[in-house]
C-alpha cells in the first residue's frame, strides 16, 4: 500500500525537519508556530519593559573594532 491519500503524505516542511532530524539534535529544534498573529497584553507588556531596559546601556567601541556594553548611569542599580 502507497500514500496515496492526502492525509499520509507529508508537506515539504514535514519531509525537511525528518530529513533534518540529525542536525537539529545538534542546534536545537526549529520553531513551527506561526509568525503571523496579533502581541497578546503580557507580550506588549514585556516587550515594554525590554525596551526601557535596553535604553539603560550603551555600547563602547574599543579602538580596536570590539564592543562592549556598559551603563549609562552607572549609579542606577535598578536592573542588576
Known amino acids: 500500500m502507497g500514500k496515496d491519500s492526502a492525509a499520509g503524505r507529508e508537506n515539504a516542511s514535514q519531509r525537511f525537519m525528518r530529513a533534518t532530524g540529525k542536525l537539529r539534535a545538534i542546534f536545537g529544534p526549529a520553531n513551527r508556530s506561526s509568525l503571523v498573529h496579533d502581541m497578546t497584553e503580557e507580550n506588549k507588556r514585556l516587550l515594554a519593559q525590554r525596551e526601557v531596559e535596553t535604553q539603560q546601556w550603551e555600547t563602547l567601541r ?19
Not at 62 to 80: A, C, I
Request: aromatic residues 6%; glycine residues 6%.
Open 62 to 80: 574599543r579602538p580596536d573594532g570590539s564592543t562592549y556594553v556598559v551603563p549609562k548611569n552607572p549609579e542606577d542599580q535598578s536592573l542588576r
